[in-house]
T-cell receptor, first 112, second 114 residues
């Protein structure tokens, strides 16, 4: 079955600095990869997805993610972090099946 | 906008009670999912459904059942609630387009079993 790993429980960055939230995946076929964000006491909101094509995917709120097939990674990035980006971020993967598997989540804290 | 609505934000139930968590989506999505979210464990798939009356077990189905009598509604049932089922429960839906479609989530139900 497909799976994802988010190796960092917590990422801290200063406002204005670039941020990266890491994700690696494991699937038997072609990967379909997603990033979601969760603000306190809320459900998950979709940020972006990789299906095929360009390895750099752009999404909501200035976020982007880079798909790297050789490293089986799909890291989330933003050139300049905002305090309001502080939240819990989840990477998710699908292969050919309809179910979606999530990572354990990474808590991003952006300090002023 | 897609709307996925969970019937309760917070629930407190007693051990041994039968508990129903309800989820309704308004976008005619074929797929619906139930996850539980626990700190350090992320989201774990309990059950999903790809059509009315169809269901598939996820990673942690033990102690749960589901019902999908209508396309827009997917219910999660805790047959006999236990304290280890205290958690945040998230419902989601997506179109049949399948692997390349994102899921849309409800706001979550925080269940406490005492």
């Amino acid at each position: 079955a497909q799976s994802v790993a988010q190796p960092e429980d917590q990422v801290n960055v200063a406002e204005g600095n670039p941020l990266t939230v890491k994700c690696t995946y494991s699937v038997s076929g072609n990967p379909y990869l997603f990033w979601y964000v969760q603000y306190p006491n809320r459900g998950l909101q979709f940020l972006l997805k990789y299906i095929t094509g360009d390895n750099l995917v752009k999404g909501s709120y200035g976020f982007e993610a880079e798909f790297n097939k050789s490293q089986t990674s799909f890291h989330l990035k933003k050139p300049s972090a905002l305090v309001s980006d502080s939240a819990l971020y989840f990477c998710a993967v699908r292969d050919r099946s309809n179910d979606m598997r999530f990572g354990a989540g990474t808590r991003l804290t952006v300090k002023p | 906008d897609v709307k996925v609505t969970q019937s309760s934000r917070y629930l407190v139930k007693r051990t041994g009670e039968k508990v129903f968590l309800e989820c309704v989506q308004d976008m005619d999505h074929e797929n619906m999912f139930w996850y539980r979210q626990d700190p350090g464990l992320g989201l774990r798939l309990i059950y999903f459904s790809y059509d009315v009356k169809m269901k598939e077990k996820g990673d942690i189905p033990e102690g749960y059942s589901v019902s999908r009598e209508k396309k827009e509604r997917f219910s999660l049932i805790l047959e006999s609630a236990s304290t280890n089922q205290t958690s945040m429960y998230l419902c989601a839906s997506s179109t049949w387009g399948g692997v390349n479609t994102e899921a849309f989530f409800g706001q979550g139900t925080r269940l406490t079993v005492v």
